[in-house]
């Protein structure tokens, strides 16, 4: 499986940084939205996933 090559202090970083954003996010870094989620709450989690990547991550060179 692909995530058995993961890079999980990456991930671990991930996790942490977006939990002190506000948001939890499963263990494995997986997102679920639901009917629940209003439009303005999936904006402000967005917001604040782009703030986790702007202050953590934006100097890390990102490869695919």
Same mark, same amino acid.
């Given at each position: %499986? $692909? *995530?058995?090559?993961? $890079? %999980? $202090?990456? @991930?671990?970083?991930?996790?942490?940084?977006? @939990?002190?954003?506000?948001? =939890? @996010?499963?263990? $494995?870094? #997986?997102? =679920? *939205?639901? !009917?629940?989620? *209003?439009?303005? !709450?999936?904006?402000?989690? @967005?917001?604040?996933?782009? #703030?986790?990547?702007? %202050? #953590?991550?934006?100097? %890390?060179? !990102? *490869?695919?």
């Amino acid at each position: %499986r $692909d *995530t058995l090559a993961d $890079d %999980r $202090d990456l @991930l671990r970083q991930w996790l942490c940084a977006s @939990l002190e954003e506000g948001v =939890y @996010l499963l263990p $494995d870094g #997986r997102v =679920y *939205t639901s !009917i629940a989620h *209003t439009s303005g !709450i999936v904006e402000e989690t @967005l917001e604040r996933f782009e #703030r986790v990547l702007n %202050r #953590r991550f934006a100097k %890390r060179a !990102i *490869t695919v």
